[in-house]
């Protein structure tokens, strides 16, 4: 009698090392996969086919990942939905056994098993260079980031907010670029019915309503752990009335929320940022603080620079012209290319009639984004200026009408508060030859002076 012997298929360590990971949250290396591509062949086997399915899931496009609900701010649902492909592929059984398996775990990975354990995040030399940067408003808001829109009173910051959290709300895109959905919690630190109105309007113009916006109607101070406290309770009640996460708490404005402080001390300014932070890291959401730009734009927002420094995305708004549209400028963005300065119009949307049959507006940002005109006449004719271009004109252009020193040493410093040491180190010196080439402006040894238009 022959006894034929079928061949019991075992998990390599490649295939192993990818499943623990993508089981944990974390992200499994191409060369990992190859390998357990090489050593389980066959698709016709549960190993073969969890390593396709795998392979299937590294070639998924950004939005399909989060779709399915792969990336996520709520780690929870991540990891459920995770699992569940090791689960589809060869069944709960099998996979609760490979997570299992400590003394595997402990041979693939063998810092698992230290005595010694830090609870820093620790990486080692280029791991994670290839991770995909999450968004809750791709290009512009990235998540579970800090972040803030500056610009002086007037210049519609916190119409473009409202837009935002709406669009976030919705799970509408916003100029074209996908949101991440959830919740939003907006501090109205300026109070009035403002804010409800600018909401209300966007609802008539989209015909949506944003029930998944809730607001604090009076000021909230981050740097007060009892005010932290109240707002992670706020964002716990609200996910579960809505039964979505919150993705972004909006501190409107930060003068508002200061607590009475001195926003130019770096120590105060620090423990606003801490109490930020808390916020962030607790609730898994961004944070998006209005702020006031200074007496000279051309410097920046106002107060402490430490601010600017602890932030991953910052944006400046102002207003094109006296027109009913706005500029949006990036002036930083951490761990991605800065999306294009663009002019967005704002449209009139009409409200209700009062009790004197006056008609009561508002107004909603219109998300298509179009090139800004430009206002200032001495830049109107000259072509390819880029935003550094129009930083370092406005600069040289705010001293001189105050009578301030503008020196091109002095202008540098200006420069790498608001641009960044590193981009003015570099680029400084072409971006000043463009200007004087274009005649905009005149150097006369270490002085700067704009050339007026007559």
């Known amino acids: 009698m022959t006894v034929q012997l079928t061949a019991v298929e ?37 190993y073969g086919k969890l390593v396709a399915r795998l392979n299937q899931i590294a070639a998924m496009p950004y939005e399909e990942l989060c779709d399915a609900g792969y990336l996520d701010t709520d780690r929870k649902q991540m990891i459920t939905a995770r699992r569940s492909v090791l689960v589809e592929e060869i069944g709960e059984g099998e996979m609760n056994a490979m997570l299992s398996d400590v003394q595997r775990i402990h041979r693939v990975f063998p810092d698992a ?27 512009f808001l990235p998540a579970q980031s800090l972040c803030s829109i500056y610009g002086p009173s007037g210049s519609y910051k916190s119409f473009l907010a409202v837009s935002w959290a ?30 409800p109105r600018r909401i209300r309007a966007w609802e008539q113009v989209h015909g949506i ?17 009892s005010e932290v406290t109240e707002v992670l309770l706020a964002a716990r009640q609200i996910e579960v009335e809505c039964g979505v996460p919150v993705r972004m708490v909006v501190i409107d404005t930060l003068a ?21 932070d808390v916020i962030k890291q607790k609730t898994g959401a961004t944070v998006l603080v209005v702020h006031h730009s200074g007496k000279d734009e051309g410097k920046g927002a106002r ?18 012209g006296d027109g009913k549209a706005l500029i949006l400028t990036c002036t930083k963005m951490k761990d991605a290319e800065e999306p294009e300065r663009r002019a967005y119009d704002l449209r009139t949307a009409e409200l209700y009639t009062d009790e004197d049959g006056e008609l009561v507006c508002s107004l909603v940002v219109h998300d298509q984004p179009r090139e800004a005109k430009e206002v200032e006449p001495e830049l109107a004719n000259v072509s390819r200026l880029s935003d ?12 001189t009408a105050k009578g301030e020193p503008c020196t091109i040493s002095v202008i540098k410093d200006d420069l790498r508060a608001t641009l960044g040491a590193d981009k003015v180190r570099k680029s400084f010196p072409r971006w000043l030859d463009k200007l004087e080439s274009e005649q905009i402006i005149r150097i006369e040894g270490e002085n700067l002076y704009p050339v007026t238009v007559e």
């Open 10 to 46: 075992t998990v390599s360590d490649a295939l192993f090392t990818c499943s623990y990971l993508w089981a944990h949250g974390k992200q499994y290396s191409r060369s990992d996969l190859d390998k357990a591509l090489h050593q389980h062949k066959d698709p016709t086997t549960r």
């Open 113 to 139: 098993g230290a005595k010694f354990r830090t609870k820093l995040p620790l990486s080692r030399g280029s791991e994670g260079f290839d991770i995909r940067q999450d968004y809750i408003l791709k290009h």
């Open 166 to 195: 709406c669009h976030i709300a919705a799970g509408l895109p916003w100029a074209g670029k996908k949101v991440t959905p959830g919740a939003v919690l907006y501090v109205v630190g300026e109070g009035g019915v403002g804010v």
């Open 209 to 225: 309503q944003a029930e998944n916006l809730w607001l604090v109607n009076r000021p909230v101070f981050p740097v007060r752990e």
């Open 256 to 276: 508002r929320c200061f607590g009475g402080n001195d926003e130019n001390d770096a120590r105060d300014m620090g423990a606003f940022i801490e109490g930020c």
């Open 303 to 320: 107060g402490s620079s430490a601010f600017r420094a602890a932030l991953d995305t910052e944006f400046n708004v102002k207003r094109e």
């Open 388 to 399: 550094n271009h129009h930083a370092l004109w406005q600069a040289v252009r705010s001293r």
